[in-house]
């Protein structure tokens, strides 16, 4: 889906363009554990929470030491940008090289996990072989759960995130392509985990999808839909009394849904930490025959969403 140029005459009278495009943060990770853990103290799902911040504080552990990643050469950037590809796609970028990181954030979380189930997870998860590893991180990335353990989903999921951060960051701001297919990330292609409506300076009110997987930001109008774009009969449910800061954005035309995150109204919210404490919004809208956009690496498949 190709987006209207803003007008050079507006552009002259004042009017700042759009900023399309948010690049990931190094700090994504010790964030999300942060706010997590702020979360979890009283939750109905508070050990999961717990485990979840731990987690993310192993990833972020894990990013400050990750190697380098393989990153596309500038005649693969250019090829990609020239076409609408993203330059990170998982297709292309799934290399071995994750599974190092992973067994490290399995250490960590043998040792402070505050579960035992946990660290028994974890324990077993070390001893896979490569081909194991691969094969879950594979069924993962194409959103194939019928054969993946649902326990050991969230520590693959994390060791992914990482490898995939890891190379945006690397990119940075230029790591995205213009002309990606509407609703999939520009720098890997998949899909958003939940939408932002940024609260402050160029971006206040404008909407924002994150990345399930590298955690960048880019820019979709808001009340589309963040699958199928239609404008049509899309409608916002919520859960009186619990957080009004967040709504299930859903589709009657494709009967897919994406929470939306009003940072306007609470602006320590952060993407998946809110999602994973929101998952009763989610068995409402699973209720009334809705699907869920992209996933929550965090979360076991199988679980309410």
């Keep these: 889906m190709t987006r209207k140029k803003v007008p050079d005459s507006l552009l002259a009278s004042g009017v700042p363009s759009i900023p399309e495009f948010r690049p990931v943060s190094d700090g994504v990770f010790a964030s999300r554990a942060r706010r997590l ?57 799934f290399t071995p090289g994750w599974r190092q990181g992973l067994r490290r954030i399995l250490d960590y979380m043998r040792v402070q996990a505050t579960t035992t189930a946990a660290a028994h997870v974890a324990r077993e998860l070390s001893d896979a072989d490569g081909a194991t590893l691969d094969q879950g991180a594979a069924q993962l990335l194409a959103g194939d759960y019928n054969e993946l353990d649902p326990a050991r989903a969230p520590f693959i999921g994390a060791a992914l995130q990482v490898h995939w951060v890891k190379m945006a960051l690397n990119l940075g701001a230029d790591g995205r392509s213009a002309g990606v297919d509407f609703g999939l990330c520009p720098v890997c292609g998949s899909p958003p985990v939940v939408g932002l409506i940024r609260s402050g300076g160029a971006e206040r009110g404008l909407r924002y999808l994150v990345c399930s997987l590298c955690a960048s930001e880019w820019h979709v109008v808001r009340i589309k839909c963040s699958h199928c774009a239609s404008t049509k009969d899309v409608k916002y449910l919520f859960i009186d009394g619990a957080n009004d800061a967040i709504k299930a954005e859903c589709c009657g035309d494709c009967k897919t849904y994406l929470k939306i995150l009003y940072l306007d109204q609470d602006n320590q919210m952060e993407s998946l930490a809110d999602d994973l404490a929101t998952l009763a919004l989610d068995m409402l809208v699973d209720e009334q025959g809705f699907q869920r956009v992209g996933p929550n690496l965090l979360l076991s498949p199988g679980s309410p969403s």
């Design 37 to 93: 853990l702020d979360l979890a103290p009283g939750h109905a799902i508070e050990g999961y929470l717990r485990f979840a911040s731990e987690l993310a504080a192993a990833q972020a552990i894990e990013l400050e030491r990750y190697p380098d990643a393989p990153t596309p050469a500038n005649g693969q950037l250019h090829h990609c940008r020239g076409h609408g590809l993203p330059p990170l796609s998982v297709n292309n970028l």
